[in-house]
């Protein structure tokens, strides 16, 4: 299984001090920085755009952004992005009708692809042919557009469906995800784990990370004992 990759959710940073912020998580222990692209259409909330990304980038040339495109024209911003140094650019399966070609013009600017599935979106939504070209599937456990909602348990099951058919691939979750709810995620198998104010807001964020890494990978020698 791959190893356990901690994604920071930046959104629950302060913005006024982001690259501080960014920095601040980097040092504790983070892998990657999961930054929440959305654009009012397919969700409701605005946040951040490919300027923002090109800032951070521009102060932390080695930051592996992990660029969540809530948005409803995904083909749209895939230059844009990699331009702004994005280095993964993951788009909701339900925001296209051409998922193959996107993630073939995503991987032409040489990042790497994810696909993410909202609440009520089943796995199966994720054909073998997308899953197979993707890096990395994302199972949401809230709905997307907004930080801070409470964990949408019903939506593990679909990491285990997934994990079982990809088993090499990276799985992350992504919403309400923190101390409490890692394991239920890390045991369905998950390796990649998002969390904003559970790491954000933790008095040692270099602990809280500390502690899902730990979580992953203790679900990882469990599956394989």
């Not at 930046?10 to 959305?38: I, N, P, W």
């Not at 991987?107 to 042919?129: F, H, L, Q, W, Y």
Request: aromatic share 4%; net charge negative.
């Amino acid at each position: 299984m791959p190893p356990a990759i901690i994604s920071p959710s930046v959104l629950a940073s302060d913005f006024g001090q982001l690259t501080a912020e960014c920095k601040r998580m980097m040092a504790g222990g983070a892998t990657y920085l999961h930054m929440d692209v959305m654009d009012g259409h397919f969700v409701d909330n605005i946040t951040m755009g490919p300027p923002v990304l090109a800032s951070v980038h521009k102060a932390i040339p080695n930051i592996f952004m992990d660029c969540h495109m809530m948005v409803a024209k995904p083909e749209k911003w895939v230059d844009a992005v990699a331009d702004a140094g994005g280095s993964l650019y993951c788009f909701h399966i339900e925001a296209t009708s051409e998922p193959l070609p996107l993630i073939n013009s995503i991987r032409a600017r040489n990042m790497k692809v994810g696909v993410a599935i909202s609440p009520d979106t089943p796995s199966t939504a994720i054909t073998d042919e997308i899953g197979n070209a993707a890096d990395m599937l994302l199972v949401m456990t809230v709905y997307p557009g907004r930080g801070g909602q409470k964990f949408l348990e019903r939506c593990v099951p679909k990491v285990a469906e997934l994990r079982a058919r990809f088993p090499d691939k990276d799985i992350e979750v992504d919403g309400g995800v923190g101390p409490s709810t890692v394991h239920a995620c890390a045991h369905a198998g998950s390796n990649v784990i998002v969390a904003g104010t559970a790491i954000f807001n933790a008095a040692s964020p270099e602990e809280v990370i500390s502690g899902l890494t730990a979580a992953v990978n203790e679900a990882q020698t469990k599956s394989q004992s």
